[in-house]
């Protein structure tokens, strides 16, 4: 029932993410913050972060974006699927991934959040890149207001 649209629309807002991976026990899904640059999607990962030991053992991912707002009437899906791979911190992406949630300037970030869980500068950080192998798009967004006023 939906139709596609330009990923971009997503991937320029600062949405959560779900990352799925494999483990032996099953299937496993992280709420994740990610950064879209050169067509690959950017995700915080720590060397020993429990997705990471997953991609690790399992590269097969499947990432999940949802734009939802119920009462303008926007329900935008995009999923990529691929193999994902663990790559160092790179401090520059990484602040630029930050900016996205927290504030554009750096100086109104909360400290205690950078000295405790965003450590840029953390030898141990990771983060997960995905270069989607697949892509899916699916806009119903016209359940309130029919497809000529769907968004975007």
């Not at 950017?42 to 999940?64: F, N, Q, Y």
């Not at 500068?121 to 006023?149: C, H, K, Q, W, Y």
């Amino acid at each position: 029932m939906g139709v596609p649209f330009d990923p971009a629309a997503v991937l320029a807002l600062p949405l959560m993410a779900n990352l799925a991976t494999m483990s032996p026990d099953g299937p496993r899904n992280a709420p994740v913050w990610f950064a879209w640059e050169d067509d690959t999607l950017w995700m915080l990962g720590g060397a020993s972060g429990s997705s990471v030991r997953r991609i690790a053992a399992d590269p097969r991912v499947a990432v999940e974006i949802v734009h939802y707002d119920n009462a303008g009437g926007v329900l935008a899906h995009l999923g990529f699927r691929g193999r994902a791979e663990i790559v160092p911190m790179d401090p520059d992406r990484f602040r630029r991934l930050l900016a996205r949630y927290l504030d554009p300037d750096p100086a109104r970030w909360n400290p205690w959040f950078v000295e405790n869980v965003a450590r840029i500068d953390d030898p141990a950080g990771r983060m997960i890149r995905l270069a989607p192998e697949t892509t899916f798009t699916n806009n119903v967004s016209f359940f309130r207001t029919g497809p000529e006023l769907a968004w975007p």
